[in-house]
């Protein structure tokens, strides 16, 4: 059985590039570290962002409607960092750039060493940055260890 090692791409379909550029800017490049470029599909422009890990595509949408995250569909993207104070280093960045974020803060019923910080992007699209947790740590390291539903 072939094993899935990662998210390769994650595309995000955006009302207006031109908004949604300098708002991912700062948050993927300027906060985060990811790299960028552009490319096009079908006539379409893409702008890409890129880190060692996976890149986070924005493209034009063809429909124009609000973003409901309780819809069917994306509800929410979490993004990972290391540490708890990484999740506060991004929360403080995230607002010197002038986005709206939640203070970054524990949330014991998602897991006991659960911290994040909240924030929405031009169209609606929720975000969210959260720390590794002991629990995914444990997970990633002792895998061969974890016993499947059957």
């Known amino acids: 059985m072939a094993e899935v090692t990662g998210i390769d791409h994650i595309y995000i379909t955006v009302s ?6 300098p708002f ?14 552009t ?3 079908g ?14 595509v924005l493209r034009p949408a063809r429909v124009h409607t609000s ?9 929410h993207f979490c993004l990972r ?3 708890i104070e990484d999740v506060h280093a991004v929360a403080q960045q995230l607002r010197a750039a002038g ?3 939640t203070d970054a803060q524990l949330y014991p019923d998602y897991a006991p060493d659960y911290v994040a910080t909240f924030f929405t992007d031009p ?6 940055v959260t720390n590794y947790r002991e629990e995914r740590r444990e997970r990633h390291d002792h895998w061969h260890c974890v016993k499947p539903v059957p």
Do not use: C, W
């Open 16 to 21: 207006d590039l031109a908004k949604s550029e």
């Open 24 to 37: 991912y800017d700062q948050v993927m490049m300027k906060v985060l570290g990811f790299r960028k470029n």
């Open 39 to 41: 490319f096009a599909i």
């Open 43 to 56: 006539g379409d422009p893409h702008i890409q962002y890129f880190n060692r890990h996976f890149g986070f």
């Open 67 to 75: 973003h409901e995250p309780y819809s069917p569909g994306l509800h």
């Open 81 to 83: 960092v290391d540490s």
């Open 99 to 101: 986005i709206v974020t």
């Open 123 to 128: 169209d609606g699209i929720r975000l969210e």
